[in-house]
Nanobody
Framework: QVQLVESGGGLVQAGVSLRLSCAAS????????MGWFRQAPGAEREFVAA????????YYADSVKGRFTISRDNAENRVYLQMNSLKPEDTAVYYC?????????????????????WGQGTQVTVSS
Protein backbone atom coordinates (compact mmCIF):
# COMPACT_ATOMS: atom_id res chain seq x y z
CA GLN A 1 0.00 0.00 0.00
CA VAL A 2 1.24 3.47 -0.92
CA GLN A 3 -0.10 6.78 0.37
CA LEU A 4 0.38 9.86 -1.77
CA VAL A 5 0.15 13.49 -0.72
CA GLU A 6 0.41 16.34 -3.21
CA SER A 7 1.49 19.88 -2.44
CA GLY A 8 2.53 23.03 -4.24
CA GLY A 9 -0.68 24.10 -5.92
CA GLY A 10 -2.01 27.63 -5.81
CA LEU A 11 -3.35 30.65 -7.65
CA VAL A 12 -0.89 32.10 -10.16
CA GLN A 13 -0.89 34.36 -13.20
CA ALA A 14 -0.44 33.11 -16.71
CA GLY A 15 3.16 32.75 -17.78
CA VAL A 16 4.66 31.92 -14.42
CA SER A 17 6.04 28.63 -13.13
CA LEU A 18 4.89 26.31 -10.37
CA ARG A 19 6.30 23.07 -9.03
CA LEU A 20 4.07 20.37 -7.63
CA SER A 21 5.43 17.78 -5.25
CA CYS A 22 4.08 14.38 -4.32
CA ALA A 23 5.30 12.62 -1.18
CA ALA A 24 4.88 8.85 -1.05
CA SER A 25 4.84 6.65 2.01
CA UNK A 26 4.58 2.91 2.23
CA UNK A 27 6.39 0.14 0.43
CA UNK A 28 7.25 -0.19 -3.21
CA UNK A 29 7.55 3.41 -4.35
CA UNK A 30 10.89 2.93 -6.08
CA UNK A 31 9.47 0.15 -8.27
CA UNK A 32 6.30 1.96 -9.32
CA UNK A 33 5.77 4.16 -12.31
CA MET A 34 4.41 7.53 -11.23
CA GLY A 35 2.05 9.84 -13.01
CA TRP A 36 0.36 13.19 -12.81
CA PHE A 37 -3.21 13.63 -13.93
CA ARG A 38 -5.53 16.61 -13.80
CA GLN A 39 -9.23 17.25 -13.73
CA ALA A 40 -10.90 20.52 -14.63
CA PRO A 41 -14.50 21.27 -13.56
CA GLY A 42 -16.97 19.29 -15.62
CA ALA A 43 -14.22 17.36 -17.41
CA GLU A 44 -12.77 13.88 -17.25
CA ARG A 45 -9.55 13.26 -15.38
CA GLU A 46 -6.79 13.39 -17.97
CA PHE A 47 -3.21 12.27 -18.26
CA VAL A 48 -0.53 14.93 -17.87
CA ALA A 49 2.83 13.18 -17.41
CA ALA A 50 4.34 9.87 -16.32
CA UNK A 51 7.76 8.54 -15.41
CA UNK A 52 9.12 5.01 -15.15
CA UNK A 53 10.46 3.54 -11.92
CA UNK A 54 14.05 4.46 -12.70
CA UNK A 55 13.28 7.86 -14.16
CA UNK A 56 14.78 6.67 -17.42
CA UNK A 57 11.69 7.39 -19.50
CA UNK A 58 9.00 10.02 -19.24
CA TYR A 59 5.90 10.79 -21.25
CA TYR A 60 3.73 13.84 -21.64
CA ALA A 61 0.37 14.90 -22.93
CA ASP A 62 0.66 16.97 -26.08
CA SER A 63 -0.94 19.92 -24.30
CA VAL A 64 1.95 20.19 -21.81
CA LYS A 65 4.90 18.90 -23.83
CA GLY A 66 7.77 21.37 -23.72
CA ARG A 67 6.31 23.23 -20.73
CA PHE A 68 6.03 20.58 -18.00
CA THR A 69 8.71 18.25 -16.66
CA ILE A 70 8.17 15.23 -14.44
CA SER A 71 10.98 13.94 -12.23
CA ARG A 72 11.41 11.68 -9.24
CA ASP A 73 13.72 11.15 -6.30
CA ASN A 74 13.54 7.54 -5.17
CA ALA A 75 15.77 8.19 -2.17
CA GLU A 76 13.28 10.76 -0.91
CA ASN A 77 10.13 8.95 -2.14
CA ARG A 78 9.03 12.01 -4.08
CA VAL A 79 7.85 12.84 -7.55
CA TYR A 80 7.68 16.34 -8.97
CA LEU A 81 5.94 18.20 -11.73
CA GLN A 82 7.66 21.38 -12.86
CA MET A 83 5.15 23.52 -14.72
CA ASN A 84 6.44 26.44 -16.78
CA SER A 85 4.64 29.01 -18.95
CA LEU A 86 1.33 28.23 -17.28
CA LYS A 87 -1.86 28.96 -19.17
CA PRO A 88 -5.42 29.47 -17.94
CA GLU A 89 -6.34 26.15 -19.55
CA ASP A 90 -3.95 24.42 -17.13
CA THR A 91 -6.39 25.23 -14.32
CA ALA A 92 -7.44 21.97 -12.66
CA VAL A 93 -7.02 19.75 -9.65
CA TYR A 94 -3.75 17.88 -10.12
CA TYR A 95 -3.44 14.31 -8.87
CA CYS A 96 -0.37 12.21 -8.24
CA UNK A 97 -0.75 8.49 -8.89
CA UNK A 98 1.28 5.28 -8.62
CA UNK A 99 1.20 2.37 -11.04
CA UNK A 100 2.27 -1.10 -9.83
CA UNK A 101 2.60 -2.64 -13.28
CA UNK A 102 6.03 -4.22 -13.90
CA UNK A 103 5.54 -3.34 -17.56
CA UNK A 104 6.07 0.40 -17.82
CA UNK A 105 5.67 1.15 -21.49
CA UNK A 106 4.09 4.40 -22.60
CA UNK A 107 0.82 2.60 -23.42
CA UNK A 108 0.59 1.31 -19.86
CA UNK A 109 1.65 4.28 -17.78
CA UNK A 110 -0.20 6.97 -19.70
CA UNK A 111 -3.53 5.25 -19.06
CA UNK A 112 -5.48 6.38 -16.02
CA UNK A 113 -7.04 2.96 -15.43
CA UNK A 114 -3.62 1.35 -14.88
CA UNK A 115 -2.93 3.38 -11.76
CA UNK A 116 -3.48 1.76 -8.39
CA UNK A 117 -2.97 4.54 -5.86
CA TRP A 118 -4.06 8.17 -5.92
CA GLY A 119 -3.45 11.26 -3.87
CA GLN A 120 -6.17 13.67 -2.79
CA GLY A 121 -5.20 16.32 -5.35
CA THR A 122 -3.96 19.88 -5.26
CA GLN A 123 -5.69 22.82 -6.93
CA VAL A 124 -3.86 24.85 -9.56
CA THR A 125 -5.59 27.98 -10.78
CA VAL A 126 -4.04 30.10 -13.54
CA SER A 127 -5.51 33.54 -14.10
CA SER A 128 -5.20 35.43 -17.37
Amino acid sequence: QVQLVESGGGLVQAGVSLRLSCAASGRGFSSYAMGWFRQAPGAEREFVAAITWSGGSSYYADSVKGRFTISRDNAENRVYLQMNSLKPEDTAVYYCAACRSPVQSSVIITARNNYNYWGQGTQVTVSS
